[in-house]
């Protein structure tokens, strides 16, 4: 390739690179995915993907705070850190011992995540299951998503079953009897 060939590619404006190219690549692979099998088949392949993440996340913030268990409050602020270190802007709306309510002005997938459902299966079962494998239980309700149009994710993580977690629609984590 001439030198000059090779300058131009190099400088030419190409909005390419690793993040980028990463987002790109799961928005496509669950697009795919959502075109071929369906949205709920495609949320359930994503799903195990994000309960594996979930429990090698959950491992490593165990290991950095010398813990066995999170507790609630660490559930909660967890839950917030690793979206921060992600590029995401969750925040606690509201926390008590039956629930954890997040708000969330960014999401990690950027615009690669509109009219992707699918991926906020990863928010789900990260969150449940770190959740459930500290405190036994999670329910995990998405009630408005950026995928899905919203300005923003609002997301409970239901700690117990309640009358209201009983309601919600949203998917259930259940700590795993490996962990116990």
Do not use: W
């Amino acid at each position: 390739m001439s030198q000059t060939l090779e300058s131009s590619i190099d400088a030419a404006n190409i909005s390419l690179e690793r993040d980028v190219f990463l987002r790109t690549l799961i928005r496509e692979l669950s697009g795919t995915l959502q075109d071929v099998v369906g949205l709920e088949e495609a949320s359930g392949f994503i799903s195990v993907v994000g309960q594996r993440m979930g429990e090698q996340i959950n491992q490593e913030y165990k290991s950095a705070l010398e813990v066995s268990q999170l507790t609630r409050e660490q559930i909660a602020d967890v839950l917030v850190d690793l979206k921060r270190r992600i590029q995401g802007d969750f925040y606690i709306i509201e926390q008590n011992d039956e629930k954890i309510v997040f708000g969330n002005r960014v999401c990690p997938f950027a615009e690669k995540v509109l009219n992707r459902p699918a991926m906020c299966m990863m928010t789900s079962n990260v969150f449940g299951t770190i959740a459930a494998d500290n405190v036994g239980y999670a329910k995990v309700e998405l009630h408005k998503t950026i995928a899905s149009g919203d300005d923003g994710c609002r997301v409970t993580v239901y700690l117990k079953p309640t009358e209201e977690s009983e309601d919600a629609e949203g998917r259930e984590y259940f700590k795993s009897l490996g962990h116990l």
